[in-house]
């Protein structure tokens, strides 16, 4: 017994170790490799010295910036949303709902919204109607942002959601027993007992967000140029895989940062309180 | 457990099944022998009902695939996984897959119909002596506008920033197209290597971000055509889309000079069928096929011959058939090697960059 439940845990672990090093590992090694070659395939540090000059420093600032943007108002309106889903009755029919737009393809939701925010799309239409007049929606950072928190926004709820959910109700209560107000009980319970969900809704948001492209140019119409869209358009266009990959590179090294952030920001987080 | 084999088997289960009756619908169909030609062309790029009749003709089955970029097209033909016997890359892609030894030599002696081509139109700097592609559609990158929403006529590409056309142009996302017309407008080549006449190009096309609305891709036509915008630098063979979905807007070969482009049928060395390709080659270039194809596709076919058996009115249209005298004077792109290619690219980004 002991003998096939040992080999099974060695299958189980070989097939782990193989998916992490085929799937995880190895494509990162690539994209490090890759970095390391110019254009026409020598080996140089041409890249990172390109990667250091205005353009793509401002770049990755500015994508910093908008990813900062998306992340704080999914949370921001995310939040409340998973707080009120909780105490909805048919939980699981609202959280199908708010679930479910995911499942449509990215891209035919970004091509709606060219038809929404238009100058003559529906928004105008109604801007129109009620006395402000038709504002250019379609291609400003307001779209962008928009409909990034729009896509990103289900990938906030869910984790908030589930920690709520698993918040036992009677912390609650004796917090309330105890005399405290409902923004004393939120700030000083709800809070930061959720706060793993909230950490997780914030790099599932972030991360993907910083690299974002296709709707930069669909909704920002290139208006906003992100580190996602830079590393595109040097694979697919200029085909300089290297310049590409250190992009890459300093996208990966981002991810991390963010990873390492929130991670310590928790712990210290429940230790001061 | 038993479940989880279940939830992994059943899948690998149906898609061998499925494998296997895709399979059966291609032999049954005459797919998969050596009578077969894979044709890979641009989405909605050739009127389907002709790919019917040139099987009909040949006895050939066609598998028709598309591309929506000549770098994908191109990435695909690299890895080779694919058995393509006709492609449809645009100049500046045939001249990269001469260079990478990705094409075989078109054998003249099997099209009768090639004679039907304009001169004009053969021996470009791209494929010289015409070795490797026949030309398929031409076209030029112009300004289409909308003469509704603009106060006078546009003519040249410097109209763009002189006249009052604040947050109102589109630009097509293409670093060729961009930079060329920067540099189109300060007089210089849109092939030119000196990297002083580039750099005032961007500096130039900076100046313009306050007339421009956006940079899109494919929706500028959609965009357009809904007067999202009074003007846009498109490619012809999309202005012409365009104005057959809105007939308000217009045309115009700005008059400082633009690119000549061409889309060439070419045949790839993975090649399996390659008198089919032919077969398929000189079927195109018969002049009233030709005509219908033109006649559907809506761009300018090089096909002289086929002018006769199309409308007066298109013919004659000098924004999407301009005269020889104009042709002279328009640039086909030539391939400026890796570094300059990514020189260009660099420039075009800082350019986005500076929208704010």
Do not use: C
């Amino acid at each position: 017994m002991n003998q096939t439940s040992q080999t099974a845990k060695t299958v189980y672990l070989t097939t782990y170790w193989l998916w992490i090093a085929l799937f995880v590992i190895a494509p990162l090694l690539l994209v490090v490799y890759y970095s390391f070659f110019d254009i026409e395939g020598n080996l140089s540090l041409e890249n990172y010295q390109m990667f250091f000059t205005s353009t793509y420093l401002t770049m990755t600032l500015s994508s910093f910036w908008y990813a900062f943007l998306i992340t704080f108002f999914s949370l921001l309106i995310g939040y409340p949303t998973a707080y009120l889903l909780t105490k909805t009755k048919h939980k699981q029919l609202w959280l199908l709902l708010i679930i479910l737009p995911s499942w449509i393809n990215l891209l035919l939701k970004a091509y709606a919204f060219l038809g929404i925010f238009g100058t003559y799309g529906i928004t105008n239409q109604f801007l129109e109607a009620i006395g402000i007049g038709t504002q250019q929606i379609l291609f400003t950072d307001f779209s962008f942002v928009f409909v990034s928190v729009y896509i990103f926004i289900p990938f906030m709820i869910l984790p908030i959601y589930n920690a709520i959910e698993k918040l036992p109700p009677s912390l609650v209560y004796a917090s309330r027993d105890l005399g405290a107000s409902n923004w004393t009980t939120f700030r000083r319970v709800i809070f930061p007992l959720t706060l793993d969900g909230v950490k997780s809704g914030i790099q599932i948001v972030f991360i993907p967000a910083l690299s974002l492209f296709m709707i930069t140019r669909l909704i920002a119409g290139n208006r906003v140029i992100t580190l996602g869209t830079a590393i595109e358009q040097q694979f697919l266009v200029t085909q300089n895989w290297g310049m590409g990959s250190t992009i890459a590179v300093f996208l990966i090294l981002a991810m991390v940062l963010v990873m390492v952030i929130t991670r310590d920001w928790g712990a210290k987080g429940a230790v001061r309180r | 457990m038993k479940k989880l084999v279940i939830m992994l088997t059943v899948p690998v289960l149906v898609s061998f099944g499925l494998l296997l009756w895709v399979y059966q619908i291609n032999m049954a169909q005459g797919f998969g022998g050596d009578n077969t030609l894979v044709v890979y062309n641009w989405g909605d790029y050739i009127d389907e009902d002709l790919i019917g009749e040139f099987e009909e003709e040949t006895g050939l089955k066609v598998i028709y695939q598309t591309f929506d970029s000549n770098e994908a097209m191109l990435t695909k033909i690299e890895q080779g996984g694919t058995a393509f016997d006709i492609a449809v890359p645009s100049d500046y892609a045939i001249s990269k897959m001469i260079e990478e030894d990705l094409l075989l030599p078109i054998d003249y002696d099997k099209l009768d119909n090639f004679d039907n081509i304009d001169p004009r139109f053969l021996d470009k700097s791209f494929d010289p002596g015409n070795t490797y592609s026949v030309p398929y559609f031409w076209g030029t990158v112009g300004i289409v506008y909308n003469p509704e929403l603009v106060d006078g006529e546009i003519t040249s590409w410097n109209d763009l920033w002189d006249m009052p056309l604040e947050n109102d142009i589109l630009l097509a996302d293409g670093t060729r197209e961009v930079m060329g017309f920067g540099l189109n407008s300060l007089g210089y080549s849109l092939n030119t290597t000196d990297k002083d006449e580039l750099l005032e190009a961007e500096k130039k096309l900076e100046t313009l971000w306050p007339n421009i609305k956006a940079i899109v891709g494919d929706e500028i036509k959609m965009l357009m055509a809904n007067r999202e915008a009074a003007a846009a630098v498109v490619w012809s063979g999309d202005a012409s889309e365009i104005m057959y979905e809105n007939e308000e807007l217009t045309y115009v070969i700005p008059e400082e000079g633009t690119n000549l482009w061409f889309d060439n049928l070419v045949i790839p060395n993975t090649s399996k069928n390659v008198e089919g390709a032919h077969q398929f080659i000189d079927f195109m270039l018969d002049a009233e096929i030709a005509a219908r194809n033109t006649d559907y596709v809506g761009y300018s076919t090089p096909n002289e011959a086929a002018l006769e058996f199309l409308d007066e009115e298109v013919t004659s249209d000098e924004r999407f058939y301009p005269s020889k005298d104009v042709t002279d004077e328009l640039e086909v792109y030539e391939n400026l090697g890796k570094r300059m290619n990514a020189y260009y690219n660099e420039l075009y980004l800082r350019f986005k960059m500076q929208s704010k």
